[in-house]
């Protein structure tokens, strides 16, 4: 993320700002005592993981969405329909009041679980991963949380499932805990976006799909990739193509035609699937089911899961090992 730059007002005059300046137009005022240079172009979650640096006091460790987005995973941002506070743990006899900025938690942090990223304590990647699983509004929110930060395709700093089983485990009785236990054995490690994630659990657990591949490459019997499919269910042929928001690009758009083509050449079935039909559950599971027995009925499997040896050394591939 962008370097922390918010101040207490107490940290600016000791850097030589007059209160007159502070009053003037080369400052901006965040929040009551708090206050950073004007004219800075900055993410929006970025500026608030910076508001809530800047209040932290000692004792207090950064955590959740905001220690996750520090260090460097940036599918994190506190959204949603009213932006989250950062969450701050709090030792004993800390003073931290809440504010708009920041979430004061008293919960237990185990030594091991902190670390330090310029100067500023926080939560590890696992631990942060924890507060925002056993925080989320749903178990499906949680898992949300969980494919983001252990996702080995995205390209952000990540954690693993491994590591949040040991952190689940050397808790106990903490606010959300069931919620966080249901949501692990529910991740995955190769899910790409939230939607993927999204489309997943609807295919899982409301159409009853099991044992569906996530981001599976699939070749033709001369070992020519098809194409990478968002899910997979390797039983029947289904595919489960998610289109998100930057697939109605026109190079994008014709990208995922052609991929569908060939995947049907080769017998497989594709089903895709928008944020929209999220609106409409129902309807996505019967078309998921649909697409399913279409799949089982097809005579055709021109395909396969082998990896031909040139797909281990080719570049773009390693994603997806």
């Known amino acids: 993320m962008e370097p922390i730059f918010a101040t207490s007002r107490t940290a600016a005059l000791s850097s030589r700002a007059t209160p007159d300046e502070l009053r003037g137009p080369g400052w901006e005022q965040r929040a009551h005592g708090l206050w950073r240079p ?7 979650a970025d500026g608030r993981v910076a508001d809530a640096v800047a209040l932290m006091t000692d004792g207090c460790v950064l955590g959740g969405w ?45 030594d091991h ?12 990647l696992a631990r942060a991963t ?26 952000t700093a990540r954690t693993s499932l491994q590591a949040l089983q040991q952190v689940i485990d050397s808790h106990r009785k903490t606010r959300g805990i069931v919620r ?28 009853d799909l099991t044992g569906l591949l996530v981001n599976a490459p699939v070749f033709d019997r001369a ?44 017998g497989l079935v594709v089903v895709r699937v928008t944020a929209l039909d999220h609106r409409d559950v129902p309807g996505l599971v019967r078309r998921l089911r649909l697409g399913q027995r279409d799949a089982r009925m097809s005579r055709r499997r021109d395909w396969t899961l082998e990896q031909p040896a040139w797909f281990a050394s080719w570049a773009p591939g390693k994603r997806w090992q």
């Open 223 to 266: 070992g020519t990739l098809l194409g990478v499919a968002d899910l997979l269910d390797r039983q029947t042929g289904l595919v489960v193509e998610t289109d998100g928001t930057q697939h109605r690009e026109a190079t994008q758009h014709t990208d995922d035609n052609v991929r569908e083509e060939r995947f049907e050449r080769a």
């Open 180 to 207: 966080a236990k249901r949501a692990l054995v529910l991740g995955s490690e190769r899910s790409a976006s939230v939607l993927e994630t999204r489309t997943r659990l609807v295919a899982e657990l409301d159409a």
């Open 113 to 124: 679980e902190v670390t330090e990223l310029a100067g500023v304590p926080v939560t590890t």
């Open 66 to 110: 905001a220690s996750l987005r520090l260090q460097g995973n940036e599918g994190f941002d506190g959204g949603g329909d009213v932006p989250r506070p950062a969450l701050v743990h709090c030792a004993a006899g800390t003073q931290l009041r809440r504010r708009e900025a920041v979430e004061p938690c008293r919960s237990r942090v185990w």
């Open 38 to 44: 004007a004219g800075m172009a900055v993410a929006a």
């Open 130 to 155: 924890y507060d925002e699983m056993r925080l989320a509004p749903s178990v499906r929110a949680a898992v949300v949380a969980l494919d983001t930060a252990v996702s080995r395709v995205r390209g």
